[in-house]
């Protein structure tokens, strides 16, 4: 089995599920909280903050990535300040990894938000005339019905982590190892002649992985969902 | 944490004072409930809903106070307005609002864990008891009856030990069947005096069945309060009320059930024959006679086919604009309205301190119209 994928195609794999990952993982938190001030929230900048929600997927990803270099680069202001404190982003797979959450974040907020709107706010209120606080309505009433969607929200910038290239091969470049992930590694092996055989191999994994995703949020939201109903 | 006082006992169950603008209504709405059921009575639009939130906490009026029992959840002039969780008032809303992730116990349980100091220890099995939704716990609430939802929502409000009950119009959803299966439950809820009950209704019936104390209201104003007898016997009031539906209630003793599917009562005025009734003897009940139902008789009508005729003093007379008049009898110490028209009034010289024979026809009280009480 091992033999199937050469040492690098491994290594590529698993970059790029370790990326897509830590991105998916870190935006969630932030993604609900961007879903729930975008869904419920009546504060000025609101439609501010909707834009730059949305600007990944609008803006060529090339641009998105340039941007990234402009603010976390070693030698811009933000970056430097985060590399005082040991972090660092630029040509690291932490830097891939931050790429794809930015890329990734529309799409999350936007199924999460779409499953805010659908609860009615008449169940949070009767749970708070029965004694809950907000973050009690917010756990008990709130999280549990719009879980289908955090979970949709969730693959779906799961599979487009894992698809990210633009704002990646732009910000962090393609290191062997620690930022060549998948599709970087397509784009890399498509370079060499001759090298078919290892591109049609790594095109078949991604294939797959989008599609068992797709799979995954469908039976996942369905079960929920049953459960929601109690049919 | 500014928690709510100890409940004082002299003070009324509810004391409300507010104010607040909408947009084509001011609302400027104050009164006291006394403990029983209070049914809040108007046409919609009167502001019911809003008054219902603002004890609730899910309107923040612009001016007013508010006290459950002593204690004060809200007070502009000292700026204290507690949150809806911090209020202790039980909420059933028209649409019942279960939760549909949960169990209908889960559902139940759910205010429980807010309640302050441990639940009475049979709590739980008593108002499932009560309620008779002791076999639905395992179930969704997808998976209920309308009826069996709004028993549910009573349960999950009662359970969180309130201070107060509210309830929105909760049988307007229903066909009249399930509101015959809810209203008994009420009923119960009402005589067993365990918490205050606030009621919005637009319903003539279900006030006269269930209310101990009136409040109407009409485009944000409080326009008449009081008892319940008081107020739907008063024929000023009963415009408020909506002429057809004018009717007062009658208190009454079941005495017996005679084999021909009839049921003696006795009231303060004589006796009252009613089709079938489901109590027992000895038990009190509360008859709504509406208006319509009346006919008036100067001498004691001889040869007629109704069965009641209860002797009556004309106390109060009203005429209408149009056709119609209504008069106020006095029976003992009861009351209650006869729907005439004026040409009648005009014929029998009916006016204060005049004697009359109060006909009511047996048939015409509906079922829905006795209730306990």
Wanted: hydrophobic letters at 50%; charged letters at 20%.
């Amino acid at each position: 089995m091992a033999g199937w994928l050469s040492p690098e195609e491994w290594q590529a794999l698993g970059l790029s599920l370790k990326v897509a990952f830590w991105a998916t993982l870190v935006s969630l938190p932030l993604g609900l909280v961007a879903a729930m001030a975008l869904a419920r929230g009546r504060f000025w900048g609101r439609s501010i903050l909707n834009g730059l929600v949305h600007l990944p997927l609008i803006l060529p990803p090339v641009v998105t990535g340039y941007l990234l270099l402009a603010t976390f680069g070693r030698r811009a202001p933000l970056g430097a300040a985060l590399d005082e404190i040991g972090i660092v982003l630029a040509f690291r797979w932490t830097g891939a990894a931050l790429a794809a959450a930015v890329m990734a974040f529309p799409l999350m907020v936007r199924a999460m938000r779409l499953a805010i709107e659908a609860v009615d706010p008449g169940l949070e209120q009767a749970a708070a005339t029965l004694g809950a606080s907000r973050p009690w309505v917010f756990a008990t009433v709130t999280l549990p019905l719009i879980l289908p969607g955090v979970l949709a929200g969730a693959v779906l910038a799961f599979a487009k982590a894992m698809g990210e290239f633009g704002a990646t091969i732009t910000f962090v470049s393609a290191i062997p190892g620690e930022t060549m992930t998948l599709p970087t590694a397509i784009n890399a092996a498509l370079q060499v002649p001759g090298n078919e055989a290892s591109v049609w191999r790594m095109v078949l994994i991604s294939v797959v992985l989008a599609m068992a995703a797709l799979a995954l949020t469908e039976l996942v939201s369905r079960r929920v969902a049953r459960r929601i109903s109690g049919t | 944490m500014t928690a709510p006082g100890p409940a004082d006992a002299a003070a009324p169950a509810l004391s409300l004072r507010l104010r607040h603008g909408f947009p084509g209504l001011t609302l400027d709405v104050a009164f006291e409930a006394p403990a029983g059921v209070t049914a809040l009575f108007g046409p919609s639009g009167a502001g019911k809903t809003s008054v219902v939130n603002a004890v609730a906490g899910l309107l923040r009026p612009e001016q007013g106070r508010i006290a459950v029992g002593g204690a004060v959840l809200l007070d502009s002039a000292a700026r204290l307005c507690l949150p809806p969780h911090r209020r202790r008032i039980g909420y059933v809303f028209q649409d019942a609002r279960l939760f549909p992730h949960l169990s209908v116990a889960a559902n139940l349980r759910y205010g429980a864990r807010f309640a302050p100091g441990p639940a009475p220890q049979d709590d739980f099995d008593r108002v499932t008891e009560m309620l008779g939704i002791g076999a639905l716990l395992d179930r969704r609430p997808a998976a209920l009856s309308g009826g069996e939802r709004s028993r549910v929502a009573l349960g999950r409000a009662l359970l969180s030990r309130p201070r107060l009950l509210l309830m929105d119009e909760p049988l307007a959803a229903l066909d009249a069947a399930r509101k015959a299966e809810i209203l008994p439950w009420i009923e119960r809820l009402r005589d067993a005096a365990e918490v205050p009950i606030l009621y919005v209704t637009h319903s003539a019936a279900e006030l006269a069945r269930l209310a101990t104390t009136v409040v109407l209201l009409d485009r944000g104003r409080v326009t008449r309060a009081g008892p319940v007898a008081e107020v739907l016997s008063d024929p000023d009031a009963a415009q408020g009320l909506g002429r057809r539906d004018a009717g007062a209630i009658l208190h009454a003793t079941v005495d017996r059930h005679d084999d021909d599917g009839l049921t003696r009562l006795s009231t303060a005025a004589g006796t009252l024959w009613l089709p079938r009734v489901a109590a027992d003897p000895g038990q009190r009940l509360r008859v709504r006679i509406e208006a319509q139902d009346v006919i008036l008789s100067r001498a004691r009508p001889e040869g007629l086919s109704a069965l009641n005729v209860l002797p009556a003093t004309v106390s109060q007379v009203r005429l209408g604009e149009g056709p119609g008049a209504l008069v106020q009898l006095r029976l003992g110490e009861e009351a209650i309205l006869a729907r005439l028209t004026r040409r009648s009034v005009a014929a029998l010289g009916l006016e204060p301190g005049v004697a009359c024979h109060a006909v009511i026809k047996s048939v015409a009280v509906a079922k829905g119209d006795v209730g306990s009480g």
